[in-house]
């Protein structure tokens, strides 16, 4: 099976549902001439030219409401916006627009759009561009949210997220564009609401989605040669969400840890938390542990910002106490 | 003000149905009004009573069948304008399911898919770039449309606003952006909120054709929205009309309007604008004052249909709550 980037397995996904669809196109900021900031649009702009891979001004509530009304009428853009620390701008799009449409025209309107860009934190960006928004958009009814963390898993859930007729907000990661897999060929979907056994153990469920979730392999890596087998349940879908498989895997192993680079209050991390705890009580052998993101804002020192993010070491030390060791 | 209204250019047909829109809206308005003091509405209503030349002239301006329509929270007007049952309009103020939102879209949130009245929307100045997406989607399908998007003054200093005017210039698309100037966003005065006090010049920033436009002359509403269309249709140019006119009720039904003066409103609604279009039909033998009591009457028959409707309506089940949130 060939072995590519998820850079490449995202652009493979747009420029493969972009020749499927006429009426999908991909716009935002440095998309086009420029090939993509991050370069996940290189070529697609030579291939499709300026009508389908449109270069935006900087403006994200503008062009994000652009791509909305276009979803309104008929057609399923792609928006690209440069970051997710940009999208802020376009949030009254997101939240009170693409979201509700459907809602409060009472059923008329559907909007099908993908929202999609780097999320979460990088490298020496300090705090404006540095940052794990999931947790603003999981909270939104009307929005469905995927995360993956596999260039097979971006790119599979990419195309179904092009192809649902929702609005989707769709997470990649700027130091996770160069992590390699396997990606076959051939055409395949990933369908929304399942989360996927990355590593089956049964002494402790950790569950992660994006980015960390290579930090939890790691760890349990670091946890097996000392004899503690993990199972790690990578969400990919945040929003549904895949309560099966994360029921079955801690009734299984009866520990959970749950790892999420996002700040704790209110996140992805503290409700999948709380669904543990109530779905799972008498499952539980230990309390459910949280590794997140520190509830500060992301500094620049490089030993700082570092120490602001799930780690191997803390996630191994979370396990270390749901196992009572 | 004086205005000459030169009638001969135009049918009798087309006249009259002019006459009879913005009565129709008038009626509605003030009985909608009636039921909101009966606690039969709820929430934040909108009156459109004052400024009906300007939804009125511009829709009777373009083809419903290819072209769009986006306004504000404002929205009773346009959805009449657009061909929408006043029963159904009626209903959905009501939070009846027969309402064309099913109940769950309120005053605010008028929409008809069909009709091409792509909403309704509760945020100022946010709807804006939405029309601007619509032209895209027409211009992408190289079809012959036209979007006219409403916003009042309020919306004028809002990004989006400005936003959207410089991405319809760059990408040439064709929508026509229609501020009705009704001269207060909420409470304040315009001019004590903004630095110029002149809107259409601001299509000057984005090298888009801005002019002024009497709101209170549905004819001229009428042809500058014709001419913009055009341009729109033919060229791919966008324009930026300001509309002057003025709303004789408060911002919502709970705001009585205390930031304005008696005088100011008496001036205005000497220049009612379907006293101005009815006095010169009068005058030009077009509609004697039975002729247009009765279309008044008909208007008022109509407005009474729109609540018994509405009242005999049931409201949307429980399940509904749950309903329309994903396709």
Known sequence: MPIITYREAVRDAIDEEMARDDNVFLMGEEVAEYDGAYKVSQGLWDKYGSKRVIDTPITEEGFTGVGIGAAMAGLRPVVEWMTFNFSLMALDQVINNAAKMLYMSGGQFKIPIVFRGPNGPAEYLAAQHSQALQSLFVHIP??????????????????????????????????MYSWKGEVPQEEYLIPFGKADIKREGSDVTIITYSKPLKVCQEAAAELERIGIEAEIVDLRSLRPLDEKTIYESVRKTNRCVIVDEAWPMASVASHVGW???????????????????????????????????????KVVNAVKKVLYI | MSRIFQLEKYNKEFLLGLLEEMVLMRRFE?????????????????????????ATGSIAAVDLTKDYVLTTYRDHGHALSCGMDPGVLMAELYGKVTGCSKGKGGSMHLFDKEKHMYGGHGIVGSHIPLAVGIALKIKYKEEDGVVLCYFGDGAIHQGAFHESLNMAKVWNLPVVFICENNQYGMGTNFERVSSVHDFYIMGDSYGIPGKQVDGMNVLEVYEETLEAAKRARDKGIPSFLEVKTYRYKGHSMSDPGRYRTREELDEYRNQDPITLLRDAMVEHNLITEDEYKAIDQQAKIESNRAVEFAENSEEPDLAALYEDILV
């Open chain 1, 275 to 313: 669904l543990v705890s109530r779905n799972c009580f008498d499952y539980l052998d230990a309390p459910v542990e949280l590794v997140t993101g520190e509830d500060v804002p992301m500094p620049y020192n490089h030993r700082l910002e570092l120490a602001a993010q799930p780690s191997v070491k």
């Open chain 1, 142 to 175: 009307g929005l469905k949210v995927v995360a993956p963390a596999t260039p097979y898993d971006a790119k599979g859930l990419l195309k179904t997220a092009i192809r649902d007729d929702n609005p989707i907000v769709f997470l990649e990661g700027e130091l």
């Open chain 2, 30 to 54: 003030e009985k909608a009004g009636q039921m909101y003091g009966l606690q039969k509405i709820g929430g934040f209503c909108h009156l459109y009573i004052g400024q009906e030349a300007v």
